[in-house]
């Protein structure tokens, strides 16, 4: 059905009319951010950090990809990584959402100005382009073209041999979109609305199944921003666009509670969710909503580590197989938490349960504030739970990566889910310390506490006349024991609540303070595939050991496309100490040696045959260093066991990552893309977690090398009947993969020299290709490794 006969029923219709007034059936609300400021916390310095990061961009360079595009002059060059190989612009629409979120929580005029810059020239480019277009992508015009008149060539990460297009472009909408909700910017607004018209252009002559084939590649959460826009304008063309871009691939299995999760590229995934949920409060759908809540519970409650992430290498691992969690360099991605969050807040707001805040709190302390180095401000891509390895930070003007464009998003926002009201209850659901102006009550509430390194938390009301209302403060799921509560000074009843709140219902007066003790413990957490793997948490935190600060190679990234990984030895898992003890006594082990500064002491660790203890903190505060987070256990029984299972399963991993010189994941979007794919007539897909790509025609990457080195091609690659594979290097045919016509569809590796002459350089091309009419072998791996 094509969109102008959908838009026209949709006019017809006086029930969506109806749902659009209504919004959604909310049962709390959130403060707007400029009611919320941060006290000196950890939280504040962060924000402050993060306000210095966001001045530290250069505004110019990041808008000259769309000044490109629009075909004006630019005063500068691009920036590099990220934002001139592909993904130009993306960067640009998370500034002004960071910039925006940041004005709102501090009001500071630098970054109003900043932001004032960036929607004045963004303004410019859409007058230029003239047909309400803004947008960084190489080559936009023409690839739009293409879309419009029905040409698409769509993979999971690709539109028409473009990286992920229309996921760029949704940051540049939902810049827009935050401009405008959070400092009531209405020239932001108007372009906004602009932009949605000419997505309405681009698909109005598209058919159903033509836009659902685009979709398969990565689009990020542009049905929840034409939703926004929906609500902004109550205008339900923007709903049906919205609808329109919502993936019936993703959104059917949800809608039957089929976990189809495993696998699956993770931050793909979540912002359609994001979309689901925002339709299903607009349209008031409880089936939408269900399948919103049903993805949040499988990602949630068996899907994420103790800090609340989720992911290896970006795609969600089986839920019974976290293995490859506690191997991988490549750990919990930041953009995962922060959509997870940005999902968590939405679910909360129209069914406030304890469970949503408690994750909210466990993933705001663990994963979001540990990925700003706390010093410098750069920003994590990755966060390891193998045992002993470490994390990079990005710098401003070299690190380009998604998980920047998110995290300077993270950290301007920590006053939105702090405090939130109905009618005369007031909720507190966060500790962290800060000032609340609730202008409807005229009240001003003060929030001060050394949380978490102290227990108590106290507040102070002052309203302008007395006033009353009931003012909720969260019992978290972590207590270990009941709260204690003091009204001004004396020992004070709560109101018992089974929704999880200590409740004081008074007429307050000047002054009045309350204070709460919150009774916090060490207990444990096991990896969620039950296999023998604990994290040590003490109320919310997490807490980590450093292990070592040396060869940490590459720790503050550089401007190369894998500057996000950390790529330094990988320090053998058996020389990880074990804790030696049943899993119940853990918390036995671990005693305060520092109220101060919330230090432990771990006892009970076996490296070898050495007894040894070693020092906690929490994870956030663990910086530029190797660290454990997740602690292998064996009772004495079964220690011997472990260190042999352990050796055995990891020898050849570790022998093959120490010749490694460069590895592509064949079917893996951000190795690949960073390896500059090309391809022609070929598909990726998943066998569980397993990615591959297999071509009828063939595809390329291009690879780092080392001249001076004897190296060879390492190929892995699934065993199939009738398959022929021609192996290149350079457009020189090199070799070709064994032929079985049987196929035993085992994983098997090939290692193919590679001439002299080919490795002059330091980067080649690899290619793999079809020696037609066959189709080539599933391709899982390619590494060049020097020659062992």
């Known amino acids: 059905m094509k969109l102008k006969k959908l838009i026209s029923i949709c006019l017809l219709s006086t029930a969506i009319g109806t749902v659009l007034q209504a919004q959604t059936q909310k049962q709390i609300d959130y403060f707007e951010l400029r009611d919320v400021r941060l006290l000196p916390s950890p939280f504040k310095h962060a924000e402050e950090l993060d306000l210095n990061y966001l001045l530290e961009l250069d505004a110019d360079r990041l808008l000259t990809p769309f000044l490109r595009e629009a075909n004006l002059p630019s005063p500068t060059e691009s920036y590099g990584n990220w934002e001139n190989t592909g993904l130009d612009g993306h960067i640009g629409g998370h500034y002004v959402s960071a910039l925006s979120h940041m004005y709102a929580s501090t009001g500071d005029s630098r970054i109003k100005e900043r932001l004032d810059h960036m929607l004045r020239n963004l303004k410019r480019c859409q007058d230029a382009n003239g047909d309400g277009y803004i947008g960084g992508v190489p080559e936009g015009k023409e690839l739009w073209e293409e879309v419009k008149r029905g040409k698409i060539k769509a993979g999971g990460f690709s ?32 372009m906004l609305v602009k932009m949605t018209d000419w997505a309405i252009a681009l698909v109005e002559g598209l058919s159903e199944e033509q836009i659902q084939d685009m979709l398969r590649s990565e689009h990020g959460g542009l049905n929840e921003t034409f939703a926004d826009v929906a609500a902004i304008t109550q205008n339900p063309k923007y709903l049906v666009l919205a609808k329109q871009f919502s993936q019936k691939a993703v959104l059917n299995p949800l809608l039957a509670h089929e976990d189809y999760l495993t696998g699956k590229h993770a931050n793909t995934q979540i912002p359609k969710v994001l979309g689901f949920k925002r339709i299903a409060d607009l349209f008031e759908d409880d ?99 193998r045992p002993g390895h470490y994390r990079v930070y990005s710098q401003p003007h070299t690190s380009m990566w998604c998980c920047v464009g998110s995290g300077i998003e993270n950290h301007a926002k920590y006053g939105e889910m702090i405090y939130a009201h109905s009618g005369d209850d007031l909720f507190v659901n966060l500790f962290i310390p800060s000032t609340l102006n609730w202008q409807e009550k005229n009240v001003k509430l003060v929030q001060e506490n050394n949380f978490p390194t102290e227990n108590k938390i106290q507040f102070t009301v002052h309203p302008k006349s007395a006033t009353s209302f009931a003012l909720r403060i969260r019992k978290p799921g972590w207590l270990a024991g009941e709260p204690v509560v003091q009204l001004n000074g004396k020992p004070y009843d709560a109101i018992p609540s089974e929704e999880g709140w200590i409740t004081i219902e008074r007429q307050w007066e000047k002054s009045d303070r309350v204070s709460v003790e919150l009774p916090m413990h060490i207990h444990t957490e096991q990896l969620p595939d039950r296999s023998n793997y604990y994290s040590i948490l003490y109320g919310p935190l997490v807490l980590a050991a450093t292990t070592s600060t040396e060869d940490l190679a590459g ?221 080539s072998h599933k391709i899982l791996e390619i590494r060049i490794i020097k020659a062992d």
């Not at 580590?305 to 290896?312: E, Y």
């Not at 930041?334 to 939405?346: F, I, P, Q, S």
């Not at 030696?580 to 230090?599: F, M, Q, Y």
């Not at 910086?623 to 292998?632: F, G, K, L, M």
Request: hydrophobic residues 35%; aromatic residues 10%; proline residues 5%.
């Open 555 to 775: 720790l503050f990234a550089d401007d190369s496309r894998m500057g996000h990984v950390a790529r330094g030895r990988q320090i053998p898992l058996r020389d990880m100490p074990i804790l030696t003890t049943r899993p119940d006594n853990i918390p036995n082990l671990v005693k305060r040696v520092d109220n101060g500064l919330l230090r432990f002491k771990l006892s009970g660790l076996r490296l070898g045959k050495e007894q040894l203890s070693m020092e906690l903190e929490p994870f956030y505060k663990t910086h530029e260093a190797r660290y454990i987070i997740y602690w292998p256990q064996a009772t004495e029984e079964e220690l011997a066991a472990l260190q042999e299972k352990t050796e055995r399963e990891e020898r050849e991993s570790l022998r093959l990552a120490g010749i490694t010189i460069d590895r592509v994941v064949s079917g893996e979007q951000q190795p690949e893309s960073d390896h500059f794919i090309k391809e022609e007539n070929t598909q990726a897909g998943s066998i569980e977690d397993v990615r591959w790509r297999e071509a009828k025609g063939w595809f390329s990457y291009a690879v780092k090398t080392d001249p001076k080195e004897n190296v060879q091609l390492f190929i892995r690659y699934l065993d199939e009947e009738n398959r022929k594979t021609n192996v290149l290097i350079n457009d020189k045919e090199i070799g070709k993969l064994p032929q079985d016509n049987l196929g035993s569809g085992e994983v098997k590796t090939a290692v193919i020299a590679i001439p002299p002459n080919s490795n002059k350089a330091a980067t080649f091309q690899v290619k793999i290709a079809a020696d037609t009419p066959s189709t």
């Open 159 to 190: 539109l028409n041999e473009r990286w992920v297009p229309l996921y760029n472009i949704h940051k540049t909408y939902a810049g827009l979109r935050d401009a405008y909700l959070l400092t009531s910017d209405e020239m932001a607004k108007e």
């Open 287 to 385: 089936q939408w909503a269900d399948a919103a809540r049903y993805f949040w519970e499988n990602v949630i409650e068996r899907r994420s580590v103790s800090i609340g992430g989720n992911s290896v290498s970006e795609h969600f691992n089986p839920v019974d197989d976290f293995s490859k969690m506690i191997q991988s360099i490549e750990g919990p991605e930041t953009c995962n938490t922060y959509n997870m969050l940005r999902l968590t807040r939405m679910l909360y707001q129209t069914d406030p349960k304890s469970k949503y805040l408690d994750y909210y709190e466990r993933a705001l302390y663990n994963h979001i504030l540990s990925t700003q180095n706390p010093e410098t401000g750069g920003l994590v891509y990755f966060t390891q739970m």
